[in-house]
């Protein structure tokens, strides 16, 4: 025995080793010679050891594929059918590792990491779990090749001959065409030559009720900022408590409330048009009351107050859009720039209407049609802008009347969808 065996681990050395191990080594004259000799030896045992470590990682890793190759003939014929047609994207090694995460994935709740997929696994996943993070940090792989094969198995078993449409998202600002929906709704560079006060208009803002002697214009920009705060404290509010989204609730319910936030965003861009910047303000007491009513509701006693209070937007939404367009009619574009904004806001809210409507029963419909012209009140009474900017009288005798879909959607060119009339 030797000093230097005292390198090797504790843990892996034999009980008679570490028994003789604290042996110093003696200091005589041949030490020299000892110790070139024990270096050969050192030389040798390393690598011994390096060629049995080496072959014990290759037997491991020649187990580990034949497993994996075990486990990807016994998927199900359908399975292996996709499977197979993404072989191309990857090298075989890496291919069967992929496929064992991908299966992973499915089983797996939360978040999709590699550790947690490995987790679901358990044994059988083989191999050193390394391997598996490595796909996507080191191996290299074709992720436009893997789209392409997904993308042909797809249409191969889905939509085998015809035409294929294609779904665009929301970022369309930087895509010029004349059949890109929504096209000139952002970044148009429209701007009022209107000089408008930003300090009367951030004071007001926080304000219950405007300054008196404020000019229509800037009633109109008021109004604009604050008719959707309603709606936006309802959606934060019914984020915030896990009421919009989860896992009992209709995918609808999502796309609802993304439209709530994009038309902020509109009416943002309305305010941009002046120069103007859109803040965040809390609604008056009695608003935030009814909103708090309509978020914690139960879902089917909710959807006639819901209904009726979409359909009071509507009008208020239409009317502002009048009074806009009229404001504002020396400056064409300005004027029509409102136009497209508001349209594309009464748009998606003629379809809130006919959501709520097709979700309620026939009494639900009648509550709805008996609530609206009491919230259509309510909503001009509490944003006291509108009261001031429309004539009451007549803003009274529309809400008085049956509500009119198919003349607020006959005055928007844009194509309407109402699933179910109110
Ligand atoms: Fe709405």
């Not at 720039?337 to 379809?351: F, K, Q």
Request: proline share 6%; glycine share 6%.
């Amino acid at each position: 025995m030797n000093v230097e065996q005292h390198h090797i681990d504790i843990k892996e050395a034999p009980m008679s080793i570490i028994a003789v191990s604290s042996h110093r080594p003696s200091h005589s004259r041949h030490s020299g010679h000892r110790a070139a000799s024990s270096h050969r030896s050192q030389t040798r045992h390393t690598r011994s050891l390096d060629r049995k470590r080496r072959q014990r990682r290759t037997r491991k890793a020649r187990a580990a594929r034949r497993k994996l190759q075990r486990l990807y003939r016994d998927l199900p014929n359908p399975a292996r059918s996709f499977f197979d047609a993404l072989t191309g994207a990857f090298t075989y090694p890496t291919f069967l590792r992929f496929f064992v995460l991908a299966l992973a994935s499915i089983l797996t709740l939360g978040s999709r990491t590699v550790c947690n997929l490995l987790r679901t696994l358990g044994a059988l996943a083989p191999g050193h779990c390394s391997s598996y993070h490595r796909v996507f940090c080191k191996r290299r792989w074709s992720l436009w090749r893997l789209a392409h094969d997904i993308a042909r198995w797809l249409f191969d078993h889905f939509v085998p001959t015809g035409p294929i449409f294609l779904a665009g998202d929301d970022t369309v600002d930087e895509h010029p065409g004349a059949k890109v929906f929504g096209k000139g709704c952002h970044r148009d560079p429209v701007r009022s030559t209107l000089p408008i006060d930003r300090h009367v208009f951030l004071r007001n803002l926080r304000r219950r009720r405007p300054e008196p002697g404020l000019p229509r214009e800037m009633l109109f920009l008021l109004a604009t900022a604050k008719l959707n705060q309603a709606e936006r404290f309802g959606v934060d509010l019914g984020d915030t408590y896990g009421r919009i989204g989860g896992e009992d609730q209709p995918p609808e319910r999502v796309y609802l409330a993304l439209e709530e936030h994009y038309h902020t965003r509109l009416l943002a861009y309305v305010l941009d048009v002046f120069g103007l910047p859109f803040q965040v303000v809390v609604p008056p007491f009695v608003m935030r009351q009814f909103v708090k009513m309509e978020v914690f509701l139960p879902e089917r006693i909710g959807f006639p107050f819901v209904g009726a209070a979409e359909m009071a937007g509507c009008i208020m939404f239409d009317e502002l859009r009048s009074a806009g367009v009229e404001l504002f009619a020396d400056e064409p574009d300005v004027a029509a720039r409102i136009d497209r904004l508001y349209t594309e806001i009464l748009t998606d809210e003629l379809g809130h209407v006919g959501y709520c409507s097709a979700r309620c029963s026939r009494s639900g419909r009648s509550l709805m049609r008996w609530f609206y012209p009491i919230f259509g009140r309510m909503f001009a009474r509490q944003t006291a802008e509108i009261s001031l900017l429309t004539d009451p009288a007549k803003l009274h005798a529309r809400l008085d009347e049956p509500f009119d879909v198919e003349g607020l959607a006959a005055s928007v060119p844009n194509e309407t969808f109402v699933a179910a009339h109110p």
